[in-house]
């Protein structure tokens, strides 16, 4: 019987332990560190960047570290035939679980994402953690060829961008893919993704004296916000305007507002903004919504160009009041701008309402789109300045 139950034992283990079945080596794969997506005349443009496997570990000792990344296109009239041409063009397969940013076309956004989203999503290699921006004024091919400095891998180098920007101004959003998809299936929550804009000639950007000048010629910048309806991009926010979308959507981490001095004082001061925190409500006033937006916002005292003494608590009060009021109207520019000029959703008036009065919601929410430019809204600021530094007056001319 002993004997039975070891050679059952073994013939389990055989059927579990079937090895690594499709497994591949590292010299048959190429890693893909970023994604753009292009329109084209006949269908898409599919651009990845590319590790050179060959020469990254020799060039980042020689000092070349553009040798260290490559970028490649095809073309498809579908996205995944683009994709699948990249075999024509690569001798290994390319790996795309390390992927860590998607480069979306401005035009090609302008028509709809849904349709080209559809082979990234069901692709098995693909993880959805990856940051998503939308290219401005020029290709996604383009801004994936520029090479950078400090960072020598492109796609790093603008996820750092990204993140830093994300948490250490606030005019532009760390947004994954994930979260665009959960947007994009949300009703009265519409889409706002980072921009990026290439400053000098792209040509100039793809050589490797790109980055051994010490004022680079060519670079990649993050740019505001794009703003969408439904799937498709209908304009832009301006900094302000994203600023205060982000101020709404309680993203900003830390950032800086540069004020007036208060009263008859001539210069600025910077505050430097350390923590937000916001709330979206919504109620329901003689049968119509009311939309209110709570923000409140703590920061250091941290530039004060003109003389006066900010630990004096009139002073400290005149500076909080007028940074109140200094975001309160960012958000209102923003929330403006949505209703009257874009027509989009993208505070998430409507999805205040589907959380806060759920009755009003369900009635109204297929005629959402003609009531939202004119559906009233209130935005209250608070303001405490915790820290004025340990100098007190300024220093004098």
Known sequence: MKHVKKVAIVFLAIILLTGCWNRRELNELVIALAIGVDKTDNGYSFTVQLINPTTSSQ?????????????????GETLFEAWRKLTKLTPRKVYFAHVQLLVLDEELVKEGLKSLLDPLIRDHELRNDFYVVVSKNQSAKDVLSILTYIEPIPALSLKSMITSSNEHYGSVTA??????????????????????????????????????????????????????????????????????????????????????????????????????????????????????????????????????????????????????????????????????????????????????????????QDEWDELFPDIRSKVNVKAKIHNTGTLGEALED
Not at 221 to 250: C, H, M, P, R, T
Request: glycine fraction near 8%; aromatic fraction near 6%; hydrophobic fraction near 35%.
């Open 59 to 75: 060039a980042t000792k020689k000092g070349a570290v553009g040798a260290t990344v490559r970028s490649t296109s095809a073309e």
């Open 175 to 364: 947004y994954k893919f994930d979260e665009m998809l959960e947007d994009l299936s949300t009703k009265g929550k519409e889409l706002a993704i980072t921009g990026v804009i290439l400053e000098g000639d792209p040509l100039v950007g793809r050589t490797s004296g790109n980055i051994e000048s010490s004022i680079p010629e060519t670079k990649v910048i993050l740019d505001n916000l794009a703003v969408f309806k439904d799937d498709q991009l209908v304009g832009w926010f301006n900094e302000k305007q994203s600023k205060g979308y982000n101020y709404s959507q309680g993203n900003i981490i830390s950032s800086t507002e540069v004020l007036n001095c208060p009263g008859s004082h001539e210069g600025k001061l910077t505050v430097e903004i350390i923590r937000t925190d916001s709330k979206l409500t919504a109620r329901i006033d003689k049968k119509s919504p009311v939309i209110l937006s709570e923000i409140e916002v703590e920061g250091n005292l941290v530039d004060v160009e003109c003389k006066l003494n900010p630990s004096d608590l009139q002073v400290l009060e005149s500076i909080q009041n007028q940074l109140a009021d200094n975001i309160k109207s960012s958000v209102e520019d923003s929330i403006k701008v949505s209703q009257k000029e874009f027509h989009s959703d993208i505070i998430g008036f409507g999805s205040a309402l589907h959380r806060k009065e759920p009755s009003y919601w369900k009635k109204h």
